[in-house]
């Protein structure tokens, strides 16, 4: 392997290497930002509490009729698809590492 290359899989394995950090850390950010929702801003990500303001009268119509069950629905789902971001690059770095590992292998006398 030239020096150059040497180099690259270098820096993948460093970058492989921190990853398990980097994607615990969006995750934990993703997670708790939900969490605080849930209980600070529910009629952004709960759709239960959405209805029930419904029910009983408590939104005006033009906030009703934005938020009803659109809202909840799609902050859920762009955590849901950050998560799953996260878990394909995982997959795709992992994959990366074994795959340097063996050119590594290959390469040693």
Do not use: C
């Not at 980097?22 to 209805?51: E, S």
């Not at 990366?96 to 063996?102: F, S």
């Amino acid at each position: 392997m030239t020096p150059e290359i040497q180099r690259m899989l270098a820096s993948r394995q460093r970058f492989i290497k921190r990853w398990p950090v980097i994607a615990l850390m969006v995750a934990a950010i993703t997670l708790g930002f939900y969490i605080w929702a849930f209980m600070r801003q529910p009629i952004l990500v709960n759709p239960i509490h959405v209805v029930h303001l419904i029910q009983n009268n408590a939104l005006d119509s033009a906030t009703q009729s934005l938020l009803a069950i659109v809202a909840p629905l799609l902050f859920l789902t762009i955590g849901a698809l950050l998560l799953l971001l996260l878990l394909f690059v995982t997959v795709g770095l992992i994959n990366e590492g074994r795959l340097i590992r063996l050119l590594e292998q290959k390469q040693a006398p």
